[in-house]
């Protein structure tokens, strides 16, 4: 009379499964302002520390660098240690994500 009802059951467990993963995802993106991904460039002389949420945790700039009064050098190395530190925090919240949801590419992630 009412034919399949008996995918209810399947139905229901992918509700089960998707409900748990989000929960695993709200979990991992708390656990992104705990990450640290240290960024350096020139032999250390500039060092950023980027959180998984892309918020700067510490920026080190050398005395060796400093002393170097070249303002044009410090803000280039400075630029491409913070667009360094970015993209790295970026790849390794997205290996996070993927290791969480088996490689599925879930929109908003």
Known sequence: M??????LG??????????????????LKEKMG???????IGGDM?????????EVKSLTISQELLEQNDR??????????MSGAIAK??????EKMTELTGGIDIPGL
Do not use: H, N, R
């Not at 009412?2 to 995918?7: E, F, R, T």
């Not at 992918?14 to 979990?27: D, Y």
């Not at 500039?46 to 892309?54: A, D, E, F, P, Y």
């Open 2 to 7: 009412l034919k399949g009802l008996g995918d």
């Open 10 to 27: 399947k139905m229901g467990g992918i509700i089960k499964q998707a409900l748990e993963m989000k929960g695993k995802i709200e979990e």
């Open 34 to 40: 705990d990450m640290e991904i240290p960024y350096a």
């Open 46 to 54: 500039v060092t950023v520390v980027m959180t998984g949420k892309l």
């Open 72 to 81: 044009e050098m410090l803000e280039s190395m400075v630029q491409a240690a």
């Open 89 to 94: 925090a970026q790849d390794a919240v997205k």
